[in-house]
């Protein structure tokens, strides 16, 4: 647990600092930041969920991204909205076409479940 509060203070002291940078230059540290909201429904279940993402790039090759994952209106779930899972996931492009990442899965809670790391090969 101390590792990855560790790594979120240090994402966001970077993330501090380049929006420093960044407000010098007078934009805003969203500028370019990415939303992405998705929802999705199970035809044969009928089940459905939403996702949300925030990327932003802290440097030409290396991104932040957080996502939230919520399951709507489901009938095993008391509220309207339960939030699942969430993410936090780190990616950094060695090529054009080659990237690794690191991502962190934190429940409900805050909590740490897992840490992946991983490569995308992109064409």
Not at 4 to 15: K, R, S
Not at 35 to 62: C, H, N, V, W
Not at 91 to 103: A, E, G, K, P, V
Request: hydrophobic share 35%; with cysteine.
């Amino acid at each position: 647990m101390n590792y990855i509060i560790g790594l979120l203070l240090a994402v966001f002291f970077c993330a501090s600092a380049i929006a420093e940078e960044q407000q010098l230059k007078s934009k805003s540290f969203t500028d370019d930041m990415m939303f992405s909201i998705t929802t999705e429904r199970g035809m044969t279940s009928g089940l459905q969920y939403g996702y949300f993402y925030a990327t932003k790039p802290i440097t030409d090759k290396l991104t932040g991204t957080y996502s939230a994952s919520v399951s709507i209106d489901n009938p095993l779930s008391e509220p309207l909205l339960d939030m699942y899972s969430q993410t936090i996931n780190l990616s950094y492009s060695l090529t054009d076409n080659l990237s690794m990442y690191m991502l962190t899965d934190v429940n409900p809670h805050f909590e740490r479940t897992e840490t992946w790391i991983g490569t995308t090969l992109h064409w």
